[in-house]
């Protein structure tokens, strides 16, 4: 038997345990390149596939007339001296939201949970008597004790 003693190879530290290459991807989306970075400098390993632009969609299209008409009416400001009102009744009706000076407005354009609290109202500005859509719907909300207060009014108007 030999006594020489044993030597195990030594590796280097920069070899790899792994006997597959190193390959690092960089792939963000179908219609990128992908780069491979073994020793050396990066190196495509697939070109970029060029294709035509989608369709909007109609999110995106809607979103992009929402924007356009509010620049619009900030530029223009047509009702510049009408006073703002508190919107406090937002679904009225399909068309219409009431205002805390009784009077109803078109809703804003924009998406319900980016209105605005306060809106402009043309009615006031045209000095306008209160809308009886409110009043119809002021009637329907009411408890008990209003209801019993509106008729005691009503019957001192009545002309009979």
Same mark, same amino acid.
């Given at each position: 038997?030999?006594?020489?003693?044993?030597?195990?190879?030594?590796?280097?530290?920069?070899?790899?345990?792994?006997?597959?290459?190193?390959?690092?991807?960089?792939?963000?989306?179908?219609?990128?390149?992908?780069?491979?970075?073994?020793?050396?400098?990066?190196?495509?390993?697939?070109?970029?596939?060029?294709?035509?632009?989608?369709?909007?969609?109609?999110?995106?299209?809607?979103?992009?007339?929402?924007?356009?008409?509010?620049? /619009?009416?900030?530029?223009? %400001?047509?009702?510049? =001296?009408? !006073?703002?009102?508190?919107?406090? &009744?937002?679904? #009225?009706?399909? @068309?219409?939201?009431?205002?805390?000076?009784?009077?109803? /407005?078109?809703?804003?354009? %924009?998406?319900?949970? =980016?209105? !605005?609290?306060?809106?402009?109202? &043309?009615?006031? #500005?045209?000095? @306008?008597?209160?809308?009886?859509?409110?009043?119809?719907?002021?009637?329907?909300?009411?408890?008990?004790?209003?209801?019993?207060?509106?008729?005691?009014?009503?019957?001192?108007?009545?002309?009979?």
């Amino acid at each position: 038997m030999s006594s020489a003693p044993r030597t195990v190879p030594r590796r280097s530290a920069s070899a790899n345990p792994d006997p597959r290459p190193q390959r690092r991807m960089n792939s963000r989306s179908d219609t990128a390149h992908l780069v491979s970075r073994l020793t050396g400098a990066p190196s495509i390993v697939v070109q970029a596939e060029e294709r035509d632009a989608e369709e909007p969609t109609l999110g995106f299209t809607r979103a992009l007339l929402r924007a356009s008409v509010r620049a /619009a009416t900030q530029r223009a %400001a047509p009702d510049a =001296d009408a !006073p703002l009102q508190l919107i406090t &009744r937002p679904a #009225l009706s399909r @068309h219409h939201m009431g205002l805390g000076c009784g009077h109803v /407005a078109p809703p804003p354009l %924009a998406k319900e949970k =980016d209105w !605005p609290m306060y809106v402009p109202c &043309r009615a006031c #500005l045209a000095e @306008h008597p209160t809308d009886l859509e409110i009043v119809f719907a002021s009637i329907e909300d009411a408890g008990s004790h209003d209801l019993g207060r509106i008729g005691a009014a009503l019957e001192v108007r009545r002309p009979w």
